[in-house]
């Protein structure tokens, strides 16, 4: 996506595609230990169970975006006792909510050396991956959740940082649907009555009426 969208000052073809390293060492950790953080643009402060995700991005003016990053509340929903789903709440549009279904997660080591070198930090990040699911739909929407969080220093409760993005198989979908809903109403635009034989044409005059029979 293009980096313009999230506040940086570069180039429209710019794109801001930040790794799992970069998501944890530029973005989480100053947040998680309270250090003024110059790219806080970059992420949005809001819960990403609050609504489906593509109301979320469109709340937030990245409607036509593939993706976005959120800084929402520790994960503590579950699902059966299962702390890896998230259920989502219906939103502000109408229609029913869904639900986040954790899949599979990772951990995974980081040492962020400070500018200058000298002092090093070794962080343990984890990563889980969730995809979600509309209500009483058994296959994943296309779209998926990356939550990012500490474990190592151990800073509770430890903020969460959310990655949503939708699959680029899952966006071709859409914009197929949406182009085939716009050549149906074309279509239906065009398809006007012809009057028959013995009925009369339209006026090109306004208020007039065909003769009455006799």
């Known amino acids: 996506m293009e980096a313009s969208r ?11 595609d930040p790794t799992d390293e970069d998501i944890v060492a530029h973005y989480l950790l100053p947040r998680a230990i309270g250090f003024p953080n110059p790219y806080a643009h970059a992420v949005i402060d809001d819960d990403p169970c609050s609504c489906p ?12 975006s593939d993706h976005a990053f959120f800084f929402g509340p520790p994960s503590d929903r579950a699902v059966n006792g299962v702390r890896a789903c998230r259920v989502v709440r219906p939103g502000p549009e109408g229609g029913a909510g869904g639900l986040w279904r954790g899949h599979d997660a990772k951990e995974a080591d980081l040492v962020v050396v ?16 969730l995809a979600y699911y509309h209500d009483g739909d ?25 990655r949503i993005r939708v699959t680029a198989k899952a966006k071709k979908k ?3 649907a949406t182009r085939a809903k716009k050549q149906q109403h074309a279509a239906a635009a065009d398809q006007q ?18 003769s009455p029979e006799i």
Do not use: C, T
């Open 6 to 16: 999230f506040g940086f000052d570069f180039p429209p073809a710019y794109k801001f």
């Open 53 to 64: 995700p593509w109301e979320l991005l469109r709340r937030h003016g990245h409607a036509g």
């Open 114 to 129: 400070r500018r200058g070198g000298g002092a090093q930090l070794q962080l343990r990040y984890r990563r889980r991956n």
């Open 138 to 162: 058994p296959n994943s929407s296309g779209w998926v959740m990356h939550e990012y969080q500490l474990l190592h220093p151990k800073l509770l409760p430890g903020p969460v940082l959310s």
């Open 174 to 176: 859409q914009q197929l």
């Open 193 to 210: 009555p012809i009057p028959g034989p013995e009925q009369p044409g339209p006026s090109n005059y306004p208020g007039d009426a065909p």
